[in-house]
């Protein structure tokens, strides 16, 4: 029997799925497939949070799969060496996926269309996890825009109330659409066969933030303090454990600003797609080359959270015990590394890339590079945001940092690290020296 695999990748849902639901309509049944990618996995520690994350909601899929009266197929491995296999072990007629638009997704997934044209099968890509991608937003001049404000502006007068629609995957998700692995194929690998730990980390239900929360967005986001302020929807953007469509239309109807806010985030992958080399090197070629500091001491502070800036040391702390910080810490831990410490973005991306259970290349990048002043978009290069004077707009009361930063006020929290006038005009004077 002819199937149509339909690979999950970012989208580890089966509602309202773009490609799931065009796989459903192939003609063929449909078996889904997760692979434990072997060449992702081997970078990571063996405690990674995500790994759990990911786990738990694939074997979620797996056990709504059975109910539907369907299978699911879980594979660890290199990605080809898996499809080498199924494509001798099934006769497939499709492969049915959502754009991922990484670099290394964007190579993986050319290999694997080469695969499927060799064995006589189809690959298709579906857009599913932005409302627009790649060249779909451009300048009036057919340039991918580095102005934010009229991205989101064009973005917004593009979208469609058709662009927000659910597709129909979860009602075609049916027996009669749906195909089993073989007999002995449906065994899937444990966390533990997959060589990592069980490490769990808060995160909240996959499902649509309160109203009550996207009705007040726009006055409560910027207090780290108010747990409720944002909708801790990250995570599942990241891994498309709930639809950006559901979430955007949320927005759209009630609140602008929370809009605006996710826009970013189609804005970040747009700009990563057209220059995938911004996840390595500075978008601004004169920033590419600049003296930046290597500090072990003062590096290992910054992590730790014993910078003796507040806001800076609960972000930190906030980051390494829960794998998330609120975005105001974000800017000022980033900030800070980059301007008061004057270190690489890279290494702070780097050390954010490893910790957040939200982590996105594209946002990561794209932020890291914004508050470098290094981006596409970016902040002017010699501004350099006063930590104090943030921690006085964001966290007067000294609410968030006491949440974690318990020894702050005793005399067990440490003195500042560097003096902020200071770094703040040694940064400033390595960039203008630095700046090709
Ligand atoms: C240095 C730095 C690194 C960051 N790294 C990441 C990252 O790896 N992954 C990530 O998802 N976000 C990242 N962000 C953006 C932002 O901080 C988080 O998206 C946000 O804090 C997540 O919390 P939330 O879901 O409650 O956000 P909300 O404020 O409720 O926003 C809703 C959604 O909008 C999007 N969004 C909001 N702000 C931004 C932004 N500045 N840029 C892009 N998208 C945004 C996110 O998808 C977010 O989930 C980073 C920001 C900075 C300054």
Do not use: C
């Not at 006769?91 to 991922?100: F, K, L, R």
């Not at 800076?312 to 105001?328: C, I, P, W």
Request: charged letters at 30%; glycine letters at 6%; zero cysteines.
């Amino acid at each position: 029997m002819k199937i149509t695999l339909f690979w999950h990748r970012r989208d580890l849902r089966f509602q309202d799925n773009a490609g799931l639901a065009a796989a459903l309509q192939s003609g063929h049944p449909v078996l889904p497939l997760f692979i434990y990618d072997e060449t992702i996995l081997e970078k990571l520690d063996k405690k990674d949070a995500r790994l759990t994350f990911i786990f738990d909601h694939v074997e979620r899929l797996a056990d709504e799969a059975k109910e539907a009266g369907g299978g699911f197929l879980a594979r660890h491995g290199k990605v080809e060496t898996v499809f080498k296999q199924l494509l001798k072990d099934y006769d497939v007629a499709a492969i049915y996926t959502n754009e991922d638009y990484e670099p290394y997704a964007t190579t993986r997934d050319a290999a694997v269309a080469q695969l499927a044209e060799k064995a006589g099968a189809e690959f298709k890509a579906f857009k599913d996890q932005v409302i627009f991608a790649k060249d779909e937003v451009l300048t009036k001049n057919g340039k991918p825009s580095k102005v934010f404000g009229a991205y989101s502006k064009a973005w917004q007068a593009k979208a469609k109330p058709e662009d927000f629609e659910p597709h129909p995957s979860a009602r075609l998700f049916k027996k009669e659409n749906l195909a089993k692995p073989k007999a002995g194929d449906a065994k899937r690998p444990t966390l533990k066969d997959l060589g990592f730990e069980r490490h769990e980390q808060p995160t909240p239900p996959a499902k649509l933030p309160a109203a009550a929360v996207v009705k007040h967005y726009d006055k409560t986001r910027d207090f780290p303090a108010d747990n409720k302020g944002t909708t801790h929807m990250s995570v599942h953007l990241r891994f498309g454990t709930v639809s950006v469509r559901q979430l955007m239309k949320q927005a759209q109807e009630v609140n602008i600003k929370l809009l605006n806010e996710m826009i970013w985030r189609d804005f970040f992958m747009m700009l990563l797609w057209h220059f995938p080399n911004t996840a390595e090197e500075a978008y601004d070629p004169k920033m590419r080359h600049l003296p930046y500091r290597d500090d072990p001491e003062q590096y290992k502070a910054w992590t730790e959270g014993r910078t003796g800036y507040p806001l800076v040391d609960a972000g930190m702390r906030q980051l390494n015990e829960s794998g998330y910080m609120h975005n105001r810490a974000r800017i000022a831990a980033a900030g800070f590394l980059v301007k008061h410490l004057f270190m690489d973005w890279k290494v702070g991306e780097h050390y954010f890339s490893e910790k957040l259970i939200d982590y996105d290349m594209s946002n990561n990048v794209g932020n890291w590079q914004w508050m470098a002043g290094t981006g596409a978009v970016a902040a002017p290069w010699f501004r350099v945001y006063s930590p104090d004077s943030q921690q006085k707009q964001y966290d007067p009361d000294y609410e968030y940092v006491k949440q974690w930063v318990p020894e702050f006020g005793t005399d067990k929290y440490p003195q500042p690290i560097v003096e902020h006038k200071e770094a703040r005009e040694r940064a400033i004077e390595a960039i203008r020296k630095g700046r090709k």
